[in-house]
């Protein structure tokens, strides 16, 4: 009887399986090769591409997969077979701990942690070594002599008059001393004391104009506003608050021309009432970058830090960060190089930086009477120093004639 091709294919498949040779091959398979079904098609596969014979002897073992790392797969042998191959894969050498490169992050400062009290309170766990921040910072200060330690606002109030006038002059310093020096606010106030018609009472606000009262004030930061403002603010203390200041947060917040910040520093100054923390840039700026907080506005670090900050610290907190941030930890060009808390690597906004260099142009003319015509010899001399101490100076020496001779005086 004559069989077809695709049955003479299918027994040669058959017979091939059933050999000895590819015991091996079938165990390997259980190991996570392809099936004998999954082999079996291929070949059969393969049949119908006209590849009559099966694996020959001379085929690799594969009982070995698992010792030498090679993978296998079927492909086509040279012969035109289809057969069990090695095919060599490439080891990935396995790499040791240090050869792994890690980037370490510096550990962020640990910010106030909030922990929910048995009844439902919220209490905040304060910064780590915020005392010794803070006492390291208050040994500065005591060094360094601040604007704020002597021309405040709370120093500026006359000490001669009744306590009902020099609660007036703190409130009025405040208001003066927004977006201005307190060097420049000391002056205007002393000019208040010294040209009100009266002296610096309620009485006075209410009698100057308001265009002279806007020439006391000229030198201070919005000073047309702020005239408007002290204005107001008379009116509004003779007619609802019987002419004394409000006792109140709420009553120092209403009057024009008076934030939070004001109204804590005046209550603390002015009541003896510590109702709150005064924050102002200073505060602001210096506590955020201790890494105390994260915060973006003012109000928002006075809640951060009466959330936690004893309170008898309240009112010296201030007075401070202020002197602190005048002297030291400027808003701009800050000192760190002087600055303790950079030393003792407390402060995670420390920067190394160099002294600031700035030129001093200064001019000494000397006339000389032995020179004909009276000629006057000028002395020009360029100073560039560096945190007020001398680097280099370089001088021109210039006649009024026009002849000029530069050069390096003897001694200079």
Not at 248 to 265: F, N, Q, R, T
Request: aromatic residues 4%.
């Amino acid at each position: 009887m004559r069989t077809s091709r695709v049955s003479q294919e299918t027994k040669r498949v058959t017979d091939a399986l059933s050999t000895s040779k590819l015991r091996g091959t079938r165990r390997s398979l259980v190991n996570g090769l392809p099936s004998s079904d999954d082999a079996l098609d291929a070949t059969e596969g393969a049949g119908k591409r006209d590849v009559p014979s099966a694996p020959s002897s001379t085929a690799p073992s594969l009982g070995k997969r698992k010792r030498d790392g090679m993978s296998t797969s079927i492909a086509k042998a040279s012969d035109g077979n289809a057969a069990f191959v090695r095919r060599s894969s490439r080891k990935v050498p396995k790499l040791e701990s240090d050869d792994i490169k890690r980037e370490v992050k510096p550990k962020a400062a640990r910010l106030p942690k909030r922990i929910q009290g048995p009844n439902g309170a919220l209490a905040v766990d304060p910064p780590l070594n915020w005392e010794k921040v803070y006492t390291i910072t208050a040994a500065m200060r005591k060094r360094v002599l601040a604007p704020v330690d002597t021309m405040g606002c709370e120093n500026l109030a006359e000490e001669t008059r009744s306590p009902r006038d020099r609660r007036l002059q703190t409130l009025v310093a405040l208001m003066l001393s927004s977006q201005t020096k307190d060097t420049v606010t000391a002056v205007a106030m002393k000019n208040l004391q010294d040209s009100l018609p009266g002296g610096f009472c309620l009485e006075g606000l209410l009698e100057v104009e308001p265009e002279e009262l806007n020439l006391l004030i000229g030198k201070v930061g919005f000073h047309n506003n702020k005239t408007r403002f002290i204005k107001a603010v008379a009116v509004i203390l003779q007619d609802q608050f019987g002419g004394e200041i409000p006792d109140s947060i709420e009553g120092l917040v209403s009057l024009p021309g008076v934030g939070p910040k004001m109204a804590y520093l005046c209550m603390s100054a002015a009541w003896g009432r510590d109702e709150g923390i005064g924050v102002d840039v200073h505060v602001h700026r210096i506590t955020n970058l201790w890494s105390w907080h994260k915060t973006s506005t003012p109000e928002q670090t006075r809640a951060e830090l009466e959330a936690w900050l004893p309170r008898e610290k309240w009112h010296a907190i201030n007075h401070l960060l202020v002197g602190f941030g005048q002297t030291i930890c400027l808003p701009i060009g800050r000192r760190c190089g002087e600055c303790d808390l950079a030393k003792e690597k407390l402060c995670p906004s420390a920067v190394a930086s160099s002294p600031v260099k700035r030129r001093v142009k200064k001019e000494v003319v000397i006339k000389v009477d032995d020179l004909e015509d009276g000629l006057v010899v000028k002395t020009e001399a360029v100073a560039v120093k560096a945190d007020d101490m001398l680097v280099q100076e370089h001088a021109s020496i210039k006649v009024e004639s026009g002849l000029e001779d530069d050069r390096i005086p003897e001694g200079a």
